[in-house]
């Protein structure tokens, strides 16, 4: 049971260029989250997906996009990077949108651009 | 909007002191509170959490958190911290129905 992963771990990207971010889940959950996280600022909520086949925003998701691929996977794609991307990633699962249900984390995917 | 303070940005220790985060959160309705540790170079993990019930929760390693409901605060304790608690600890609120919201986080160097 591995719970969350991520893939890649750490990435270096030039401005302009794209990439996607993969994570995967094996605890059967229906919600998954991508977060990012800055020095001092906490974990900033990307997009979510409350179930199989529904995506929403977060607080900050301009210059990202998402996809649910199948109840296990949940994708994050940077069209085009920016500097300002620059950030851990992180995701998270969860049973569903049950209030006492605890998020489960990834280990992050460290992204730099240049 | 709900959203989380955390009095604090970096707290350094003496291994054995005792210790107490701060954690504040704005919303007027029911909510459920979290403590996260994030130990340098790992995912964040859950340390404790409150739904309901008796407001002094205790967690693993140690830790304990007092929720105090009329000061929207719910701080995380330990009486004896270790070297090896050195970490990043969040607090997260979420309310019926919405997301988690983190606080910026506070980092914990506890010297040996």
């Known amino acids: 049971n591995a719970g969350v992963t991520q893939n890649p771990k750490f990435q270096v990207l030039k401005t302009g260029q794209s990439m996607t971010l993969q994570c995967a889940q094996d605890?059967?959950?229906?919600?998954m989250y991508w977060y990012r996280q800055d020095p001092g600022m906490g974990l900033r909520l990307i997009y979510y997906?409350?179930?199989?086949?529904?995506?929403d925003k977060g607080e900050v998701p301009n210059g990202y996009n998402v996809s649910r691929l199948n109840k296990r996977e949940f994708s994050l794609r940077l069209e085009s990077a920016a500097p300002s991307q620059t950030s851990v990633y992180f995701c998270?699962?969860?049973?569903?949108?049950?209030?006492?249900?605890?998020?489960?984390f990834g280990p992050g995917t460290r992204l730099l651009v240049l | 909007a709900q959203s989380v303070s955390q009095h604090n940005h970096h707290v350094i220790l003496s291994e054995a002191a005792s210790l107490e985060l701060g954690c504040n959160y704005s919303?007027?309705?029911?909510?459920?509170l979290f403590w996260y540790v994030q130990y340098p170079g790992q995912h964040l993990q859950l340390l404790l959490k409150y739904f309901s019930g008796d407001p002094l929760v205790k967690g693993i390693k140690g830790f304990e958190a007092e929720f105090i409901k009329s000061k929207f605060s719910f701080n995380l304790r330990k009486p004896s911290v270790q070297w090896s608690d050195t970490a990043e600890y969040f607090c997260?609120?979420?309310?019926?129905?919405?997301?988690?919201?983190f606080g910026p986080g506070t980092r914990l160097s506890v010297l040996p």
């Open positions: 605890m059967n959950h229906n919600s």
């Open positions: 919303y007027g309705g029911t909510v459920n």
């Open positions: 997906s409350a179930s199989e086949g529904t995506t």
């Open positions: 997260a609120v979420n309310a019926r129905g919405q997301n988690f919201v």
């Open positions: 998270a699962s969860r049973a569903g949108l049950r209030n006492e249900e605890t998020q489960y």
